[in-house]
């Protein structure tokens, strides 16, 4: 449903996928021209991303009650959540391409080296992963807000037909929005699972529950990432129109019931068992229910979440 919104794409998020497109058709002859051109994007959507988050920190720490209001009327807005999940999005792919680069080559001192680490200035990459790190509070908070008003839109159509229709639109957007946070967590640990695992890092492990890269980030601010709710289940979030989309929510709510406190990580670490022999009696249906029907994308997401964290 959001493809029909191409015409609206941000540019962060468009130029992201035409620099991407030229580096994985690169010639030989023009490697290093096309990791520069990637590179000088992505400082440029840095200091975009910057930018963003010195906002929402300065409207958190000063701003009156009516101007937190009013970021957030703004930020929670189709066009605003569009921006800022899309800024994160472009961010992500470029971190993913930078830092897990396969594309080896030899490194002035004959160790191996990839291509962004050969290319890129070198503070360039640790420098997207923080940006990333803060930007992924603030589209949490963003999702966090929408949730609390139980994912509801302030755009109401007097159509009932396209109304219903956006609905399904504005579910795919907050849809994006909890699949983005959670592929964005999952980045980070697996980034500060290498750096930990380095010896020239000596960075420390990562722990679920709390910041990675930026240790100053407040546990409040933290917390929106871990009481996101988590995505919906495979047949709701694969469903092919709106009458599929519906259909499938309704079974599912009625095969294995609904619980008024949301599925967030925050919630699957209450119930994380302790050891393999923890009687596991005490988790809830609805929970363990939620494992059996979700699909790949979360089931990877909470893999390297779980499994290469402490907790």
Not at 208 to 232: N, R, T, Y
Request: contains cysteine; aromatic residues 10%.
């Amino acid at each position: 449903m959001l493809l029909t919104q191409r015409d609206k794409l941000p540019a962060s998020l468009a130029i992201a996928r035409s620099a991407l497109s030229a580096l994985a058709m690169r010639l030989p002859t023009s490697e290093v021209w096309a990791w520069r051109q990637v590179g000088a994007e992505l400082s440029g959507l840095v200091d975009q991303a910057r930018d963003l988050v010195s906002q929402y920190e300065r409207v958190q720490t000063e701003g009156t009650p009516l101007e937190r209001h009013l970021w957030f009327q703004q930020g929670t807005s189709f066009d605003g959540c569009w921006e800022c999940l899309s800024l994160v999005q472009a961010l992500w792919c470029y971190a993913v391409v930078g830092a897990f680069d396969d594309s080896m080559g030899p490194a002035h001192k004959g160790t191996a080296a990839s291509m962004a680490q050969r290319v890129w200035n070198p503070s360039l990459l640790p420098s997207a992963m923080t940006v990333l790190e803060q930007l992924l509070c603030v589209l949490a908070s963003i999702g966090t807000t929408l949730q609390a008003q139980s994912w509801k839109c302030s755009t109401v159509s007097s159509n009932a037909k396209s109304s219903d229709t956006f609905g399904f639109l504005w579910w795919g957007l907050c849809e994006s929005i909890r699949r983005s946070v959670l592929a964005t967590h999952a980045l980070l640990v697996v980034w500060q699972y290498t750096r930990a695992a380095s010896e020239e890092t000596h960075a420390p492990a990562p722990r679920l529950g709390s910041p990675l890269i930026c240790q100053h980030i407040p546990s409040k601010v933290w917390d929106h990432i871990m009481q996101l709710e988590l995505p919906a289940i495979a047949s709701v979030f694969e469903a092919d129109n709106v009458t599929q989309w519906r259909l499938n929510m309704e079974k599912h709510a009625t095969q294995h019931g609904v619980s008024e406190q949301k599925l967030s990580l925050m919630m699957c670490m209450q119930y994380r068992p302790s050891s393999a022999s923890e009687d596991r009696a005490n988790i809830p249906f609805y929970l363990t229910s939620y494992f059996h029907h979700h699909d790949e994308f979360t089931n990877i997401c909470l893999c390297a979440l779980f499994g290469l964290t402490e907790s």
